[in-house]
């Protein structure tokens, strides 16, 4: 059975409230066909000067250079870079131990809740926005668009996401950048659990097909203190026939050591590959969360 939500959880009035204002600015030269705020690879007749080229028969006059003509007694033309939109995709893992929840959400609710606010974001922005959610394939594929009705869609896609059990990310990711049609933003919502290797692979051949990666690390309370105090079992959810027994105090340092290397890990591994790299524990406030990240991340940009 599909595990549904209702809009006004995925978008809640106050994580809304703080990041209403912000903008979700790309780090890369983006390919766009609508005048929005992101640096465009094309050279057109507005915006921010790029550079002069010798006057070709056929160029408008208009964009002569007198100045320049003063001063060499030759045409030249002006460039400019046009501002433009560009196109995101919210990829959400739904394999099975993202259902995990105990003292909070789960973590899929968590990545739904994100995805969707920051899809609403982008497309006030006038920036075309897509979803894909992945199990062991590529379960849903919404197309990046641009029209402020596309978030209905968004939206009903994030409702009836289903956990799918086991998953392998890699693929899925190796598929998606290409069905994008031009550069842009590819968003991960993932716990990262699995094969990495195989996921940072992917994550990195998208960077260098020009898309610009943000991985956000969506985790539990209890994944990261392991404060469990007495003798539980633990089932995998991805594999439910696998079970443990086991005494978490005996076992929490040497737990932690490895999911500290792990965290290390994957965060080395995006910023050594040029992505985006945040950790979303579930217990934060999600509008907090991501109103720092958008602040730190425009101010990184503007630099």
Not at 110 to 127: I, T
Request: glycine content about 6%; overall charge neutral.
């Amino acid at each position: 059975m599909a595990v549904t939500l209702e809009s006004s959880e995925l978008l809640t009035s106050d994580a809304m409230n703080r990041i209403g204002n912000l903008e979700l600015l790309s780090t890369r030269v983006v390919d766009g066909v609508l005048s929005g705020k992101h640096r465009s690879t094309y050279l057109g007749g507005s915006f921010e000067f790029a550079n002069h080229r010798a006057y070709s028969p056929g160029d408008s006059i208009r964009m002569i250079d007198w100045k320049v003509y003063a001063r060499r007694d030759r045409y030249y033309v002006r460039q400019f870079e046009e501002t433009t939109s560009l196109q995101g995709l919210m990829v959400v893992d739904c394999s099975g131990s993202m259902q995990f929840g105990q003292s909070t959400v789960s973590k899929l609710n968590y990545a739904r809740a994100a995805a969707a606010c920051l899809a609403r974001l982008m497309l006030r922005q006038r920036d075309g926005v897509g979803l894909a959610t992945v199990g062991r394939r590529v379960e849903q594929y919404i197309p990046p668009r641009g029209y402020p009705r596309h978030l209905q869609a968004i939206l009903q896609a994030l409702r009836q996401i289903e956990p799918q059990g086991e998953t392998e990310l890699a693929p899925s990711l190796y598929d998606l950048p290409r069905r994008l049609k031009r550069r842009g933003l590819l968003l991960l919502f993932s716990d990262c659990f699995g094969d990495w290797d195989s996921t940072a692979d992917a994550l990195k051949r998208a960077q260098l097909r020009g898309h610009d990666v943000l991985v956000f690390h969506v985790l539990a309370p209890e994944e990261l203190t392991f404060q469990f105090d007495r003798w539980s079992s633990f089932e995998c959810l991805e594999q439910p026939s696998l079970r443990m027994d086991l005494d978490p105090p005996a076992i929490r340092e040497a737990y932690l050591k490895s999911l500290h290397a792990f965290l290390d890990r994957v965060s080395l591994d995006c910023t050594n590959m040029g992505a985006d790299y945040l950790l979303l524990p579930t217990d934060t406030d999600l509008g907090q969360t991501l109103s720092y990240y958008l602040h730190r991340r425009a101010a990184r940009i503007k630099q």
